[in-house]
């Protein structure tokens, strides 16, 4: 006897949602490799000046995402994801023709307000396309997008570089943004519920504040990780640092599209305790086995527990929110992106320069440890509250 049909996840709005998302970070990779050559180089900067161009960008993002969920709940997905892409090909475009630190530093400014609003209202946009059974399927799949993206922008921005300079990379980047702000037109506009009239203006949604945080730890973990994995390889020896990251991201890559449905078939802030879990066991392989083949295991248990941790929460996120809701639930767990990935290089370099890196990843791996007891206690009240 057959069983019940599952509602169609590969739809021509999704693929067509990947492929933008796979544009637009494409883009964000070729700016990866180049800003800070660019701002050593030819802006005249140092290592300093180039990581304060960096970071500007998370700090607009992070300030802004709330606004931009809001938003995209007021006035639709497809507005903030047509004028996020082309906003962001404006800023690379600019960036070709600027002279001077702050004028790179207020282009990057520019470059998070665009990365608010085009990475909120995807997440929305894929909340409303994709079956709520599927959901963490979902996700799993179309993160790819994000991960492929900047894997593959940086060797792409090389490439351009050598042939064309950093014009070149500036322009091809704003060019394949633009193309992810093209993409985007075939997904069309995807709230299906009326926006709320009245009351407060809500640019936090509280109830998905719990699972953000446990998530929130993992990403401070990772940070940490992405941070410090080509030094700690260097000082480890191995001949080729950049492997770890490679190492990392394939991982990724390959458990998203092996166990896509995994998220699923498990609850979801039940994954979300095992993958937290996960990226602290990595933390202490790599503090305690000071070796190349440990560096190695330790990467591949802490992108194994990544690879989960996104699609879990999210899922716990989403899963708070009515459609009505889904772009400040959005724009609420995905500031957590912001925070972590800003916060962990910074919390765990204060402990690496006077302790060393293996201290750090045994920070990392308290933290994301505390994060996997808070999400397992938000489990047992889940349960409790649904029994």
């Known amino acids: 006897m057959a069983g019940p049909t599952r509602a169609p996840l590969i739809t021509t709005a999704f693929v067509a949602l990947a492929a933008a998302d796979l544009a637009y970070f494409t883009a964000h990779g ?6 800070p050559l660019y701002v050593v180089g030819p802006i005249g900067g140092d290592e300093a000046a180039a990581g304060i161009a960096f970071g500007a960008f998370a700090v607009s993002a992070l300030v802004l995402r709330p606004f931009a969920g809001r938003l995209a709940d007021r006035f639709g997905r ?28 207020a282009l990057r400014l520019l470059a998070g307000v665009a990365e608010a609003a085009f ?5 929305a946009a894929l909340a409303d396309i994709a079956p709520p059974e599927r959901m963490g399927e979902a996700l799993s799949y179309n993160s790819l997008g994000l991960y492929l993206g900047l894997a593959l922008g940086p060797p792409i921005g090389e490439v351009v570089f050598d042939a064309a300079g950093y014009t ?24 299906t519920a009326p926006p709320q009239r009245g009351g407060p203006m809500r640019i936090i949604h509280r109830p998905a504040i719990p699972a953000s945080l446990g998530f929130l730890t993992s990403l401070i973990a990772m940070g940490g990780l992405l941070a410090f994995a080509s030094l700690h390889a260097s000082r480890i020896g191995f001949e080729t640092p950049s492997l770890i990251l490679l190492i990392y991201g394939g991982t990724v890559v390959v458990c998203r599209l092996a166990f896509a449905r995994v998220p699923d078939r498990v609850p979801s802030l039940v994954l979300g305790t095992a993958a937290v879990t996960a990226i602290g066991a ?9 070796q190349p083949a440990g560096f190695v295991v330790a990467t591949v248990v802490m992108a194994v527990g990544v690879a989960f941790s996104t699609p879990a929460f999210f899922s716990a ?14 724009g609420t767990g995905s500031a957590a992106i912001d925070l972590g990935l800003g916060i962990g290089p910074i919390l765990l370099g204060l402990v690496a320069a006077p302790l060393g890196i293996p201290w750090a ?22 349960r409790a509250a649904a029994g």
């Open 30 to 35: 070729m700016a990866i490799f180049a800003l």
């Open 78 to 105: 497809r507005p903030l994801l047509v004028g996020g892409a082309l906003l962001l090909a404006s800023t690379f475009a600019l960036t070709a023709v600027a002279e001077s630190l702050v004028a790179v530093i």
């Open 119 to 123: 990475f909120v209202a995807s997440f």
């Open 168 to 191: 070149g990379v500036w322009l091809g980047a704003a060019v394949v943004a633009a193309i992810a702000a093209t993409v985007v037109l075939v997904v069309g506009e995807t709230r």
């Open 282 to 290: 990595g933390a202490v392989i790599a503090a305690v086995w000071r």
């Open 317 to 330: 996120i989403f899963a708070t929110a009515s459609p009505s809701e889904r772009g400040i639930a959005s």
């Open 361 to 382: 990843f045994a920070a990392a791996a308290a933290i994301a440890w505390a994060g996997a007891a808070w999400t397992a206690g938000l489990a047992r009240r889940t």
